[in-house]
């Protein structure tokens, strides 16, 4: 099995969770758990865009939502036990914007599950990091599309070949991947747990990394799990709870 190495952050999960961009891979949680599907296309839409996939394996989308438009405006604060984005944050336009949507969804105490490439072991192999300037100016700027820049950078680097054709058909090919929502962003595994880092710090989240694998030993992607809300303050609460129920009793 490629992603394995998941298998110990899945086993955290409870509850009802919600995962985005799950397409024909949906994570395999617990079976004690309860799922709602997102995405930015329905099942059929899907089917017609990504004829290499078996459209038998598309889940059924719940909620449809464009994660660059409007976030996930569609869904209320503390909704979910549990929230999972595996490679999507890679396709998005403004990937801080995306982190601070998913813990508004997720309730305090529950799991948010981010997974993103790691461009060693892909097709991304060629292109430069993006930097957490970068990001952070199109989070301060509101972007709500990703640019040509970004998806030409993706044809340079991966479909090289394009670039030597007419300007017409270097503007099909452009319009196919974007239509296609490629990768926009890119990042190692060391790379992107700096941006997650930075961005908790910036958007001033409270929360504990609980597992995580790097691509270093993984040969695939970082995967992590975080822990939403401030554990010692859950601690030291419950502790309080438990010492006045004892003096009660």
Not at 40 to 63: G, P, Q, R, W
Not at 142 to 154: A, I, Q, R, T
Request: glycine share 4%; with cysteine; net charge negative.
């Amino acid at each position: 099995m490629a992603y394995s190495h998941r298998k110990k952050g899945f086993k955290l999960l409870n509850g009802h969770g919600l995962e985005i961009g799950a397409l024909h891979e949906p994570a395999p949680v617990p079976s004690r758990c309860q799922m709602t599907y997102a995405d930015a296309l329905s099942k059929e839409d899907a089917k017609d865009l990504f004829k290499e996939i078996d459209a038998n394996k598309l889940v059924d989308v719940d909620v449809i939502v464009d994660l660059d438009k409007e976030g996930l405006g569609k869904i209320n604060d503390n909704e979910f036990d549990f929230v999972i984005l595996n490679h999507v944050i890679e396709h998005v336009a403004n990937p801080i914007n995306v982190v601070s949507e998913l813990f508004r969804v997720c309730k305090d105490g529950g799991m948010i599950v981010i997974a993103a490439p790691d461009k060693r072991f892909t097709f991304d192999k060629d292109r430069s990091i993006t930097s957490f300037t970068h990001l952070s100016k199109e989070y301060e700027e509101n972007v709500s599309e990703v640019s040509d820049e970004h998806y030409l950078d993706f044809l340079k680097h991966v479909h090289p070949d394009v670039m030597l054709l007419s300007e017409e058909k270097i503007q099909k090919s452009l319009e196919g991947v974007r239509n296609r929502r490629e990768h926009a962003h890119v990042w190692d595994s060391s790379s992107f747990k700096d941006f997650l880092q930075k961005t908790i710090e910036l958007l001033n989240l409270e929360c504990t990394l609980r597992f995580e694998s790097l691509g270093d030993s993984n040969k695939i992607e970082y995967f992590s799990v975080w822990q939403k809300g401030n554990q010692k303050k859950r601690v030291s609460l419950i502790s309080k709870i438990f010492n006045r129920n004892g003096r009660n009793a």
